[in-house]
């Protein structure tokens, strides 16, 4: 669910595909149930096939102590 600064909320799924992340709207609430917004999901993932839809790791940044700052 995303919660909109003007506060409306919407059912969303965000997934990546060719590299780019790409936002789904399903609908919003209370309009769409989440019984409904819950199947809607899965048939969308179904139609995705194998494009990612889990959220990106963080990258690691180095130790500060393994680099050297000079003045």
Same mark, same amino acid.
């Given at each position: 669910?995303?919660?909109?600064?003007?506060? !409306? *909320?919407?059912?969303? $799924?965000?997934?990546? =595909?060719?590299? #780019?992340?790409?936002? /789904? !709207? =399903?609908?919003?609430? +209370?309009? $769409?149930? @989440?019984?409904?917004? &819950?199947?809607?999901? %899965?048939? %969308?993932?179904?139609? @995705?096939?194998?494009?990612?839809? &889990? +959220?990106?790791? *963080?990258?690691? /940044? +180095?130790? /500060?102590? *393994?680099? #050297? /700052? #000079?003045?």
């Amino acid at each position: 669910m995303y919660v909109a600064p003007s506060g !409306t *909320k919407s059912w969303r $799924l965000k997934y990546r =595909f060719q590299g #780019r992340e790409k936002l /789904l !709207t =399903f609908g919003t609430y +209370p309009q $769409l149930s @989440l019984k409904e917004a &819950r199947e809607a999901c %899965a048939a %969308a993932k179904k139609q @995705l096939g194998g494009v990612s839809t &889990r +959220p990106c790791r *963080k990258r690691s /940044l +180095p130790a /500060l102590g *393994k680099t #050297r /700052l #000079r003045p």
